[in-house]
């Protein structure tokens, strides 16, 4: 991709930026990307290939404080999807999908619960569940548990131990994070963070995350650890889940506890697959199952 393909803003009704990039058809049907914690609109370049080839506009968006977009304080995620609201609007699409990948899962579940209306599928892959419950946060990567555990027990060391380190590695040394990842994870993401392509667009969004700082990080974590707002039983819009069974930073069991609350969801454990491996290596069928029921 161009840069001028991935560097867009338009101004929300409040005067804040909001920062996107386009990905996929010139001209095709639309969706909206959420990237993970830490991630950026840079992440959705390893859905480029796939989109184009099912005629997918996909346009990633930037959470308030991660790249191109201003930070919001004392925001929560009911407020995200006036965001989205305020996107579409600005692009002229009544309706869209919505794909989620990892820590953009609540946000999607936040749409799904606020304008379900608007949004013609959904689809959710290795989505992190509400980790205010306890049984969720057990067998998590440990550094997703100490930042967890830092928000709940001790916020005000949230910035310090957890937040501004990562942020200076994810920085300075993002390829490098990447491969610890890479040889720690083992198994089926190994492969697939190594490959030249994949290490490089991934460590261009983990920098990219922390362009402003580590505020949005330590604030996503925050959020995540707390009651999100609303009851995910509540949620009528039909919603795809796809979660990998080797899946060691957000394990399966958080996609299986949202599939039990959820009214009506299809859930997919993909055997084998890995955190990332999963959707590097299933891009194309997971956006096309969305398109089909969309």
Not at 10 to 20: E, M, Q, T, V
Not at 223 to 241: C, K, M, S, T
């Amino acid at each position: 991709m161009h840069d001028e393909k991935t560097s867009f803003t338009i101004r929300l009704p409040d005067g804040r930026r909001l920062g996107y990039a386009h990905y996929g058809a010139e001209h095709g049907r639309p969706f909206f990307y959420f990237h993970g914690m830490p991630g950026s609109r840079y992440e959705c370049s390893m859905l480029h290939a796939a989109a184009r080839a099912l005629n997918l506009s996909i346009y990633a968006v930037d959470r308030p404080g991660y790249g191109l977009s201003d930070f919001q304080q004392n925001r929560t995620l009911v407020h995200w999807p006036d965001d989205i609201v305020a996107l579409a609007d600005s692009l002229g699409f009544d309706s869209f999908g919505i794909i989620a990948v990892s820590g953009g899962g609540p946000y999607a579940l936040a749409c799904a619960h606020e304008i379900p209306g608007r949004i013609s599928s959904m689809g959710i892959v290795c989505g992190l569940g509400p980790v205010y419950e306890p049984a969720l946060r057990r067998e998590m990567h440990w550094i997703a548990r100490s930042g967890f555990y830092l928000a709940g027990q001790a916020p005000a060391l949230l910035h310090s131990l957890y937040a501004r380190p990562l942020g200076w590695l994810a920085t300075s040394r993002p390829a490098l994070v990447l491969r610890l990842l890479a040889y720690g994870n083992g198994g089926a993401d190994k492969p697939v963070l190594l490959r030249s392509d994949i290490l490089g667009l991934l460590a261009r969004s983990l920098q990219e995350s922390f362009r402003q700082g580590p505020l949005a990080p330590a604030q996503d974590v925050t959020l995540y650890q707390n009651p999100w707002g609303f009851e995910l039983a509540d949620i009528r819009l039909p919603v795809h889940l796809w979660h990998g069974d080797a899946d060691r930073i957000v394990p399966c069991h958080h996609s299986e506890f949202v599939h039990a609350q959820l009214t009506n969801p299809v859930l997919a454990i993909v055997p084998g697959e890995g955190h990332f491996s999963l959707p590097v290596l299933h891009a194309e069928s997971i956006l096309d199952t969305l398109v089909r029921h969309s």
